[in-house]
């Protein structure tokens, strides 16, 4: 939840580069004498592809950022960093924000937007005139203002089908957005899917924000029935769209749509080999790299 009433607290980070074989051991570390988490990012604006559902893949050179609380003693930890990477010149740049700087951070970056009709409001800010349908979206710790182009390709398509008397199914929902806009272009079901339980916790409150009163189910993958939808949307990577491809599949009605979209341009054509079987009129939307993949089901 995005409240100005939280406690503010603040952290620490250490950024520094490191090589992808040194990447394992420096996390293992920083996570033993307190980080509360590590993330990395490319070091050297090196492009990597998914294979493989298994494959773990690293960039060569990586920018390694851990997350200290705010006693944490920078000095000391630092100086054992240099001694275990045996590097006495490591540069290590460090910072220390409050949370209420990432809630600004979070709440500057999403400003009101319309898709076709539908527009879409921080739950923060009210629309000077009456703007209709319009829905109200706290993302908290969840993916999904519409700002990421993935998302808005799916409500730039939700907002042009006639959706009325409709069945659809978010599955990765995230904050809620793709079946709370939906539900109010029209839809007469919708049913919300995250593995994330803070997802789902923050698609019931984003449904509570928008007065959802009609059937709206929110659950974790496992305790979908076996129902069919009119509309299957699924925001995910292409990679995880590809394993869950039979779920997806099981679950679009004969002669229903099954939309996908987390696709880059070079991804499409094992979308294709993936969905293909069993979906025809295939149609694509690209916006920059990203690609809103749809079709309907084979009756
Ligand atoms: C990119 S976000 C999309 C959120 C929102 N639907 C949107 O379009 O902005 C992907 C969501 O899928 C969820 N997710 C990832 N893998 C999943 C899986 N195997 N089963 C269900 N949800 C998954 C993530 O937790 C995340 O909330």
């Known amino acids: 939840m995005l409240t100005a009433e939280k406690p503010q607290k603040s952290w620490h980070t250490l950024v520094f580069n490191t090589s992808k074989n040194l990447t394992d051991l420096i996390s293992d570390f920083l996570l033993n004498i307190g980080a509360v988490s590590i993330s990395l990012e490319d070091a050297k604006s090196q492009a ?29 930890i630092c100086q054992k960093l240099k001694e275990v990477m045996d590097n006495p010149q490591l540069v290590i740049k460090t910072n220390t924000f409050c949370d209420e700087d990432w809630l600004a951070k979070v709440k500057s970056l999403f400003k009101p937007k319309n898709y076709g009709k539908l527009w879409v409001y921080p739950s923060w800010e009210k629309p000077e005139a009456e703007k209709n349908p319009v829905i109200y979206i706290d993302p908290g710790q969840a993916f999904g203002t519409g700002s990421h182009q993935t998302t808005s390709l799916c409500l730039d398509w939700l907002a042009k089908q006639s959706l009325e008397k409709k069945s659809l199914l978010d599955f990765g929902c995230g ?5 709370i806009a939906a539900l109010k ?11 994330d339980p803070l997802a789902l916790t923050i698609t019931q409150e984003n449904c509570q924000r928008n007065e959802i009163q009609i059937p709206a189910s929110i659950m974790q993958p496992n305790e979908l029935p076996q129902t069919t939808y009119d509309i299957v949307i699924a925001n995910i990577l292409a990679q995880t769209l590809i394993t869950l491809s039979q779920q997806l599949t099981d679950h679009v009605k004969p002669g229903g749509t099954l939309v996908l979209s987390g696709i880059l341009t070079e991804q499409v054509e094992a979308i294709d080999q993936t969905f293909l079987d069993h979906f025809s009129a295939r149609n694509i939307i690209q916006n920059d790299e990203w690609v809103l993949w749809s079709a309907t089901k084979s009756k």
């Open 48 to 76: 990597l592809f998914e294979m493989t559902p298994n494959q773990q893949l690293l960039w060569d050179q990586v920018q390694l950022t851990a997350y200290f609380e705010e006693a944490a003693n920078l000095n000391e």
């Open 185 to 195: 272009l029209g839809c007469k079901t919708t049913n919300f899917v995250d593995n």
């Open 175 to 179: 904050s809620g957005i793709l079946g």
